[in-house]
């Protein structure tokens, strides 16, 4: 009878201890889950271009405006820009990218350099600033207009990115391909190196002027932007309605007198997984300290434009911001 009850005890705690093991193992499971649910990130990182280009230092800067003024920490990245942000923010390579508002838009309807590889899990945070397409040369080069460029080797950016974009929709305005040049796949930095060393001869350049590296080219040769006539800018954004017209200042990189340009937008994008709070907070910190912004091109950044031009969807917590403050 000992014996028995005995036996009987032993199972009952080795199946009591089973019991707790397993509420350990559920609870465990559940306290992993709800911990993870919804966590906001600690570090975030920010896509930007080529250290030469205008959104790396604007990179910088906003890093230091979301790390002083949020709880998490970000870093600006340099990156191929605009194409290839996009698709690294698909991609969970970085978590706020800049973007040319016209990329962002065939990257979210799968059009042109996106047509295999449609972008769906990326949404607007703000507008930025007027990017203008500058097309670059040497004072001295001989080559004052697009009809000039034929024959010429010419700088017209990555394939897929948005100056190669910009370049090729330009080129067509003005009756030309890229048949007619000889194209030249560099990058913003590359571009004016091989200007002032001879190597080529002109550069498209997507960016917001003044540009870092067109000033270092001006500052040992004297530089020309080539302009866009009124006529052919109304045909280019009667065709493509994403283009405004735009203009360099005199007195940029030196020059003597205006030259009429045409412009995209810049804009930031973001993963469209990143908490409503978060992107809230991370909006209103750049967007409330515009003041601390020390590039030229921080006078364009305001919210109440801060949703224009956007053709993408927008993050719900960028859109409470500016609800906020434009209501």
């Known amino acids: 009878m000992k014996k028995s009850r005995l036996l ?28 993870n649910a919804g966590e906001a990130p600690k570090y975030l990182s ?26 998490v920490k970000a870093t600006a990245e340099v990156s191929q820009a605009s194409a290839a942000n996009m698709t690294a923010l698909q991609n969970g390579e970085g978590d706020i990218a800049f973007v040319q508002t016209d990329i962002a838009y065939y990257a979210t309807e799968g059009m042109l350099m996106f047509e295999d590889q449609k972008i769906d899990s990326v949404s607007a945070l703000g507008a930025l600033y007027p990017e ?47 048949d007619d040049i000889k194209p030249q796949n560099l990058d913003f930095g590359e571009s004016t190196d091989g200007i002032q060393s001879g190597q080529i001869d002109a550069a498209f350049i997507t960016a917001g002027y003044p540009t870092g590296a067109v000033e270092a080219l001006n500052a040992t040769k004297g530089v020309y932007i080539i302009p866009v006539e009124a006529d052919k800018a109304d045909a280019l954004i009667e065709k493509y309605p994403y283009y405004a017209k735009d203009a360099v200042p005199a007195g940029t990189y030196g020059l003597k007198e205006e030259i009429p340009a045409v412009s995209v937008g810049a804009m930031l994008a973001v993963k469209k997984d990143l908490p409503e709070d978060l992107v809230y907070e991370i909006t209103k910190a750049i967007y409330d300290n515009t003041d601390k912004i020390g590039h030229a091109k921080g006078a364009f950044i305001k919210a109440e434009s801060g949703l224009d031009g956007i053709g993408i969807e927008v993050h719900p917590g960028a859109q409470k911001y500016f609800d906020e403050v434009n209501n």
């Open 46 to 71: 920010i896509l930007t271009g080529g250290t030469q280009g205008t959104y790396y230092p604007l990179g910088g800067t906003f890093a230091d405006l979301i790390s002083t003024n949020t709880d």
């Open 132 to 178: 203008t397409v500058q097309l670059v040369t040497l004072a001295d080069s001989g080559i004052k207009s697009y009809a000039d460029l034929k024959g010429k080797k010419v700088s017209v950016g990555a394939p897929g990115s948005g100056t190669y974009a910009n370049a090729e929709q330009l080129l067509e305005i003005h009756g030309l391909t890229m």
């Open 8 to 35: 009987l005890l032993t199972i009952l705690s080795v199946f009591a201890l089973v019991l707790a093991a397993c509420g350990t193992k559920k609870e465990e499971g559940t306290a992993d889950t709800d911990k």
